[in-house]
Nanobody
Framework: VQLQASGGGLVQTGGSLRLSCAAS????????MAWFRQAPEKERQFVAA????????YYSDSAQGRFTISRDTAKNTVSLQMNSLKPEDTAVYYC????????????????WGQGTLVTVSS
């Protein structure tokens, strides 16, 4: 699976951004797709995930209620709509994929996109 992330940028506190991740694969039906983020000098952190097969979604506490992950099965894309952004959301955001069950550990994902920078100014 190859992943290509896009959509990062600079936004003010309270603003919104939409990240997209295009996946190239014969089928994604057995995959979990996820977004992670990594701020400078911090560990990579789970943000949200979606089961490709049935659309079940999962969120970190910090993302719950502000971010929405979705998938487009026709286009093989997964998106992350981020609203009410805060300076602490500033990070490089990565999309990731792996076969099997949902997990929050980045170590369990074998496929990664290149990352897209999100900067939230105060």
């Amino acid at each position: 699976v190859q992943l290509q992330a896009s959509g990062g940028g600079l936004v003010q506190t309270g603003g919104s951004l939409r990240l997209s991740c295009a996946a190239s694969a014969r089928t994604l039906s057995t995959y979990v797709m996820a977004w992670f983020r990594q701020a400078p000098e911090k560990e990579r952190q789970f943000v949200a995930a979606v089961n490709w097969n049935d659309g079940t979604t999962y969120y970190s506490d910090s993302a719950q209620g502000r971010f929405t992950i979705s998938r487009d099965t026709a286009k093989n894309t997964v998106s992350l709509q981020m609203n009410s952004l805060k300076p602490e959301d500033t990070a490089v955001y990565y999309c990731a994929a792996e076969r099997g069950f949902y997990t929050r550990s980045p170590n369990n994902y074998g496929y990664w996109g290149q990352g897209t920078l999100v900067t939230v100014s105060s």
